[in-house]
């Protein structure tokens, strides 16, 4: 039997949209959108093929950390907004990039699902801000 990565990412991406559904009550389709857009924004960066795909797997699988305990977790001043709420802790990223350690990427992408909820501003999870934050795409960022 032969393995395909694309009906892995996309199994998996149903996977998050079933669980969605099942704790808030609706379906946004997160992982595809956040795909969608994140290569459409690859492909304006003119980055490469190998870029373009790690990049749209890495958005269908940066929810794939949220567990049960992680659906509950907040942190003090988080927005009051269903999507979250739903993603509200920080573990969820640190168990996301640890779940995705022997992923094989075409690239070498590191800490992606570990700090994609940082915000410029300092204001994620880990509170890295500004310049502190790691690009995905270092080459792209220091050019």
Not at 11 to 17: E, K, N, T
């Given at each position: 039997?032969?393995?395909s990565l694309n009906d892995f990412l996309i199994?998996?991406?149903?996977?998050?949209?079933f669980m969605e559904m099942d704790r808030l009550g609706m379906q946004s389709n997160h992982g595809k959108r956040t795909?969608?857009?994140?290569v459409c924004i690859a492909r304006r960066m003119n980055l490469t093929e190998e870029e373009i795909y790690d990049a749209a797997a890495l958005s269908i699988l940066h929810d794939n950390g949220l567990s049960e305990s992680s659906l509950y977790e907040r942190l003090?001043?988080?927005w009051d907004?269903?999507?979250?709420?739903?993603?509200?802790s920080r573990g969820h990223c640190m168990i996301g990039e640890k779940n995705v350690?022997?992923?094989?990427?075409?690239?070498e992408p590191q800490d992606v699902i570990l700090y994609h909820h940082e915000r410029y501003d300092g204001n994620g999870y880990f509170g890295l801000k500004g310049d502190d934050i790691p690009p995905y795409f270092p080459d792209y960022c220091s050019g």
């Open positions: 039997m032969q393995f199994a998996v991406s149903f996977a998050l949209d795909a969608y857009l994140t003090p001043g988080e907004h269903a999507v979250t709420r739903f993603e509200g350690k022997d992923y094989p990427f075409l690239t």
